[in-house]
């Protein structure tokens, strides 16, 4: 796959070995005619199903910054979905976290053919913030802890306290 740090889709060069065919995988029972109308119609709504060729390697892709993830519908921009850039093609790019390492997967197809080139990139912004969200949250369980361990101290000492056994006396 592509491992460059750039957050744009630039001009995909059929020949670079970084890029590796793909083809749409929805509807694969369906007419051809019937599989490229549903192809661009799940394009416009912002999903399609993908697989890298050589490995056989699916993906279920959504066009959308990272961060809108699982919100309300909404239409994906021409940064993500990009029918005007070359006649035939859509060009696409969709972040994801894929086995914990942040990507963004940008490639295009042919409308027609339903087949075209595509890879993944490592997004180096996206992995700095993911990073800062997982020190946040493990920086809160050790307050958590602590705080707990603290009040359990206390607690065994409230139930050790010299004090408190002379009045038993």
């Known amino acids: 796959m592509c491992f460059?740090?750039?957050n744009e889709?630039?001009?995909i060069d059929a020949f670079d070995?970084?890029?590796f065919q793909i083809k749409y995988t929805g509807f694969r029972d369906r007419p051809h005619e019937e599989r490229q109308?549903?192809?661009h119609t799940a394009c416009r709504d912002g999903r399609s199903e993908i697989a890298f060729v050589a490995t056989g390697t699916n993906l279920s892709l959504q066009f959308f910054p990272a961060n809108l993830h699982g919100e309300q519908r909404q239409?994906?921009?021409r940064e993500y979905v990009d029918f005007d850039r070359e006649t035939g093609k859509v060009y696409l790019k969709?972040?994801?976290i894929l086995n914990g390492v942040c990507v963004i997967w940008k490639g295009w197809i042919d409308m027609l053919r339903l087949d075209g080139m595509g890879c993944l990139e490592?997004?180096?912004e996206r992995a700095q913030h993911e990073d800062a969200l997982a020190q946040a949250a493990f920086e809160d369980a050790r307050r958590r802890t602590r705080d707990f361990e603290d009040r359990?101290?206390?607690h065994r000492e409230d139930l050790e306290d010299p004090v408190a056994s002379k009045i038993w006396d």
């Open 152 to 154: 359990d101290r206390s």
């Open 9 to 11: 889709i630039n001009f």
């Open 75 to 77: 239409t994906p921009t």
């Open 37 to 39: 109308a549903r192809f």
């Open 4 to 6: 460059s740090s750039s």
């Open 17 to 19: 070995p970084s890029y």
């Open 94 to 96: 969709a972040p994801m």
């Open 122 to 124: 490592f997004d180096e």
